[in-house]
């Protein structure tokens, strides 16, 4: 959007070299993010960073809330976590678009579906964020007096999660799931754009900047 709003205001200076060397920039950014090769160069740093753990020494999972495929996916891989260790599952997401329908509720219905106790099912329904999620997870582990959780989501979103829980002072085990990073095998039509790969970059760049945002925040509070 930035780069738009440049190509704009150069073209209404009648600046035409300085528009043609924007939209050629622009379209060259669009056409990275858009294609394997550019996707992987951004999301590789943060999707591997974290290894899946086997047999990980845990007492309790936290699965963060996602919304939709996201948070199924987290769900899943907790699950076959669970069938080897059957700790509790603290399930996060509140309501945060006011649908009258808490993350937390469907993620605690599907469990039981899996056939999980609901004694096994804790339930942290008032967050709206990731922050919120691991704030209000702190209370569920200290009122059941859980000391060591793993901490399931997406593997693109695991590095930000746990400087989130590092900053909160949770001793979590990262557990990553939904890896897109495949390794940097190519064919030739990796050249070609594709959205979905183009939804992927978006959401490291989103990543990317929330860990900013963190680093920043941490350094604000150390000097006021």
């Given at each position: 959007m930035i780069l738009l709003f440049l190509v704009l205001k150069a073209a209404l200076s009648n600046r035409r070299r300085g528009c043609i060397f924007l939209l050629i920039l622009t379209c060259s950014v669009i056409y990275f993010l858009s294609v394997k090769p550019g996707r992987d160069l951004l999301i590789q740093p943060l999707e591997t960073k974290y290894s899946a753990i086997q047999n990980p020494r845990i007492d309790s999972l936290i699965v963060l809330g996602?919304?939709?495929?996201?948070?199924?996916?987290?769900?899943y891989a907790a699950y076959k976590i669970y069938r080897k260790n059957p700790v509790p599952i603290i399930v996060c997401g509140g309501d945060p678009l006011g649908k009258d329908t808490n993350d937390s509720a469907v993620m605690a219905a599907v469990l039981e579906s899996w056939q999980v106790p609901r004694s096994k099912i804790i339930q942290e329904n008032?967050?709206?964020?990731?922050?919120?999620?691991?704030?209000?997870?702190?209370?569920c582990l200290r009122k059941n007096k859980l000391q060591k959780p793993g901490l399931v989501t997406d593997a693109i979103h695991m590095p930000r999660a746990i400087q989130i829980a590092q900053n909160l002072k949770i001793p979590a085990v990262p557990l990553p799931c939904d890896q897109k990073y495949e390794g940097n095998v190519y064919v030739w039509y990796d050249i070609f754009p594709n959205t979905g790969y183009l939804k992927d970059s978006f959401a490291g760049l989103k990543e990317y900047t929330g860990m900013f945002y963190l680093v920043c925040l941490v350094y604000?509070?150390?000097?006021l």
């Open positions: 996602g919304g939709g495929d996201a948070s199924l996916q987290r769900l008032r967050s709206r964020n990731t922050q919120e999620n691991l704030e209000f997870a702190k209370d604000l509070q150390k000097i």
